[in-house]
C-alpha cells in the first residue's frame, strides 16, 4: 500500500515537472518570436520611413504621382 502511494506520488511531481518545461519552452518560443520582430523592425525600418516620407513629400507638394519606386 505505501508503495503504491509513492507511485503516485511520484507520478504527481512528474507531472508538475513537466508543466514546468512547458513553460519554459514557451517562454523561449516567446522570446524568439520577439527577437525575430525586432529583426525585422530594424530591417524594414528604413525602406518604410523613406516610402512614408516620399509620400509626405508628394502631398505637400501637390503631386499626383507619388513615385516611380512604388
Known amino acids: 500500500m505505501v ?3 509513492r507511485i503516485l506520488l ?3 511531481l512528474a507531472k508538475m515537472e513537466e508543466r514546468g518545461a ?3 519552452e514557451y ?4 522570446a524568439g518570436i520577439a527577437a525575430l520582430i525586432v529583426v525585422a523592425v530594424f530591417a ?3 525602406v518604410v ?3 512614408f516620407s516620399d509620400t509626405c513629400a508628394s502631398i505637400k507638394s501637390g503631386n499626383s504621382n507619388i513615385s516611380s519606386n512604388c
Not at 517562454?27 to 516567446?30: A, E, M, V
Open 49 to 51: 520611413k523613406e516610402a
Open 10 to 12: 511520484n507520478a504527481r
Open 3 to 5: 508503495d503504491y502511494f
Open 27 to 30: 517562454g523561449l518560443l516567446i
Open 44 to 46: 524594414l525600418g528604413p
Open 22 to 24: 512547458s513553460a519554459v
